[in-house]
DNA sequence: GTACGCGAGATTGTATACAATTCTACCCAC
DNA sequence: GTGGGTAGAATTGTATACAATCTCGCGTAC
């Protein structure tokens, strides 16, 4: 692992574009910047001690996967979602997971691989709901695992790859919604009858499980965004 | 409208970096390239007459967007959906389209600019079924006109823009869909359906039509699909 | 004949120079 | 005091120079 500078983090043998285009967005996903903070090319080599051409190309990539708005030659600004955008894209995910659900209690048999990671879902969640409390980062993170190993198990990339997009504009809010005490424990009981309505091919109870699941995230943070909003501006470095 | 060059064209008062990114974009879609076709940034910046700096950074925005795959240290190729990625592109778009029908149908009473939209779309598709015959490049863009205007009736932007992603892909593929002489009448009907239903707030009515709308162009697809590679690779230029 | 190594060419990665555009602030006319 | 115009600073857009890395073929050793 090398490091050029402080502050940029160099990825496997990757070039200092993507290294920047993951540290910024990593960044923005984690409101390190309030909504429209104006980033300008100058400032960014600076930060990160680099030329403009590989923040040129960073700062493009940005803008085309949404995590900055262009304004027409005078730079980018940070794209951050507001509330009703924040519930629009649980609909989408939700839109995608419903389907994803359906499809994988309706299709019949597995593949071994299949599953084994079926398997090992129920375990994970089996053991969460018995004691071994965690932080509310790493089941953020085992949530969002849980809701792509089944698109993976689906085999359907395109959907999966859709997907991972929306998680990653949500990762702060599944972090939020964790925080709430009662919310690990509900959690695994919907995730634990998602797995078993799979296994039964219950395509409709699948269905409602995975509503009930969302929904309850969505209903947490729809409270408590701008709590959130507050929290990840003070977060911020 | 400013012209470069012959081969690039510059939309508004755009830049050369965006215009190579929509004119490349819009080749790849139409697969004016075969999968895997390598492109150089030297190659490209002689067929634009550019320097490298624009041509850089519309093959990294491309390459982020999944239209080219970016081999290390050796330029990029172009990524072509295979068959089995096309179909699980259509079935992306149909939960998304399912999931939008659904909600549009149960949210109730629209507002005024929403009815008007619908009560054109009625217009439409009840003009394409009498008569006026048209060719099978219009009628697909009409046809995806028509599924995003429902995500835009929603009101839900990421949806539409989750949408337009797979949409763009998909291209081709509803102009090949379309060569088939039948294929407009039952469109016309499918589509006059959903509209019905969600006038009526017939919720599963509209979801029922809705697949049968987006399974047949994807049954049609997936039985003309070797004719339609054949066909692309012809029209090439 | 095969394997290894070296080197020239090809290609991408990064930095910088220059051009074009836009914003801003100041000055002057009225 | 207000309005307009202009100069210069700030910022992005484009081109080019140079560095680093990889490819591929050729020659030589064994």
Redesign the interface.
């Known amino acids: 692992m090398i490091t050029r500078h402080s502050r940029i983090v160099r990825k496997e043998?990757s070039n200092l574009?993507s290294s920047i285009?993951s540290t910024l967005k990593d960044q923005i996903i984690h409101w390190h910047y309030p909504p429209e903070h104006r980033l300008t090319e100058a400032e960014l080599c600076k930060k990160f001690d680099v030329s403009r051409?590989p923040v040129?190309?960073a700062l493009?990539?940005l803008a085309?996967?949404?995590f900055l708005k262009k304004l027409?030659n005078r730079g980018y600004v940070v794209r951050q979602y507001n509330t009703g955008?924040i519930e629009?894209?649980y609909?989408?995910r939700?839109?995608?997971e419903?389907?994803?659900v359906e499809?994988l209690a309706t299709k019949g048999p597995y593949n071994k691989a299949d599953k084994e990671a079926i398997e090992r879902l129920k375990k994970t969640w089996t053991g969460l709901l018995n004691g071994s409390s965690k932080k509310a980062e790493e089941l953020a993170r085992l949530d969002t695992l849980f809701h792509e190993a089944l698109a993976h198990a689906l085999g359907?990339?395109?959907?999966l790859?859709?997907l991972r997009?929306?998680n990653e504009r949500l990762m702060l809010f599944r972090m939020i919604d964790f925080a709430k005490a009662d919310r690990v424990e509900s959690t695994c009981r919907q995730h634990l009858d998602i797995l078993n309505c799979i296994a039964a091919r219950d395509t409709r109870g699948a269905r409602a499980a995975m509503q009930r699941n969302i929904k309850e995230g969505q209903n947490n943070v729809h409270a408590a965004i701008k709590d959130a909003l507050a929290r990840a501006y003070l977060m911020r470095t």
């Not at 359907?156 to 959907?159: A, G, Q």
């Open positions: 043998q574009s285009v051409s040129r190309e493009r990539v085309s996967d949404g027409p955008e629009e894209l609909e989408v939700l839109a995608l419903l389907y994803a499809r359907n990339r395109p959907l790859q859709h997009a929306i």
